[in-house]
């Protein structure tokens, strides 16, 4: 067994991290998500993370809980992201899925939403519908569009704006019944 170092010795006498800051972190944590479980999933991922800063042990008391309170805060907002992420299907994908609570009725609407888009896409240039299958079906980041197309970023946001715009211009004619 190694002597212990004099920060080692002191933090004996002291309580751990866990002890003193547990309670504040679950107290801020609980106020923040909608239930005790997911509180204390996230507690005990900050406290992971502290386990994993080797520099937190020498911070007086107060930077220490600064420190787990901001990642507190971190964690809390990855878990919101996480939750509410919207997930992205490709086209072909999403009409494949039906929703089992639908109406006959709502089904036939939804079948005619889907039929004027595809409608709409397929009066697109075809390089706008190249871009609309590479960012909504392939599901490409605009910096790897911009790369496969050999342009700017830039240039790449404004093009699928402005298709995105004619797009939605097409699919209210085709949804009106008037032909573009």
Known sequence: MQPLDTDEARNVGQSTLY???AGTILAYLCQQVSNQQDAEDLLLEVFLAALQNTLLARLP?????TWLRRVARNKVID???HTTLFTMQPLEQAREIEDES????QRAEEQEKWTCLLQAIEQLPPAQRELVRLR???ELRLTQIAELMEKSEG?????LSRTL??????Y?????GIEP
């Open 19 to 21: 002890e003193r800051f």
């Open 61 to 65: 008391a107060v930077r220490q809980l």
């Open 79 to 81: 878990h919101y992201r």
């Open 102 to 105: 639908l109406t006959p009725e």
């Open 136 to 138: 909504y079906v392939q």
């Open 155 to 159: 240039t790449v946001r404004k093009m």
């Open 165 to 170: 715009r004619r797009l939605r211009t097409l």
């Open 172 to 176: 209210e004619q085709y949804e009106r």
